[in-house]
């Protein structure tokens, strides 16, 4: 089976980010050190696949980085859980639609909340690495864009690694490949 564009870049990543270079932050100058991995939406499953492969080969390479792995999805789903909304968002979207949940969820999801909880669980003084997937799955309750821009000033030099199904140009983040989202400067692609 020939290897696509996409099997190159994933077989990429594992080299990139337990690389000195890239966990020291260097040629970054004073840039947050966020990265996007974009991928055609389709790949998804592939992609989840690639992500689980990760987590057992970097401890592999690296057994002294502590990563955390979160699923963007599921962190919004344990929030909810948390103050008792779950059910009740589900009942609500049930009865009164897509909207009208969005609409009561945009408070208790508020993309400066998202963004504590994460750091509140996964302290990033305490990690070497955060990879962060589920960012489909979490839309429309939660944009990409107000995520990484709420989650800046908590993040210090540790590096973080979105993956991303949609297209990401270095200027503007686009999910599904549809979907333009408020332009965001500040991550680099991970690998090209």
């Known amino acids: 089976m020939p290897v696509n564009d996409l099997d190159e870049r994933l077989n990429k990543i594992l080299e990139k980010i337990t690389s000195d270079d890239f966990l020291g932050g260097q040629g970054?100058?004073?840039?947050?050190?966020?990265?996007?991995f974009d991928y055609p939406p389709q790949d998804e499953l592939r992609v989840r696949e690639h992500v689980l492969f990760l987590e057992g080969a970097i401890s592999?390479?690296?057994?002294?980085?502590?990563?955390?792995?979160?699923?963007?999805?599921?962190?919004l789903l344990d929030m909810l859980n948390k103050r008792n909304?779950?059910?009740?968002?589900?009942?609500?979207?049930a009865q009164k639609g897509d909207e009208a949940l969005q609409k009561a969820l945009k408070a208790?999801?508020?993309?400066?909340?998202?963004?504590?909880?994460?750091?509140?669980?996964?302290?990033?003084?305490?990690?070497?690495?955060?990879?962060?997937?589920?960012?489909?799955?979490?839309?429309?309750?939660?944009?990409?864009?107000?995520?990484?821009?709420?989650?800046?000033?908590?993040?210090?030099?540790?590096p973080l690694v979105v993956f991303y199904p949609g297209l990401y140009d270095g200027q503007s983040l686009k999910l599904f490949g549809q979907l333009?989202?408020?332009?965001?400067?500040?991550a680099f692609r991970l690998v090209s």
């Open 28 to 36: 970054l100058g004073n840039e947050v050190p966020f990265y996007a």
């Open 60 to 75: 592999k390479r690296r057994p002294g980085l502590k990563v955390a792995f979160i699923n963007l999805f599921e962190l």
């Open 85 to 93: 909304l779950l059910d009740k968002s589900i009942d609500l979207q």
């Open 108 to 158: 208790p999801l508020d993309a400066g909340k998202v963004a504590k909880e994460l750091v509140d669980r996964y302290p990033p003084s305490e990690f070497g690495l955060l990879v962060i997937n589920g960012v489909g799955s979490a839309y429309p309750l939660i944009r990409t864009h107000n995520l990484l821009n709420n989650l800046q000033p908590f993040m210090g030099q540790t």
């Open 180 to 186: 333009g989202e408020k332009p965001y400067y500040r």
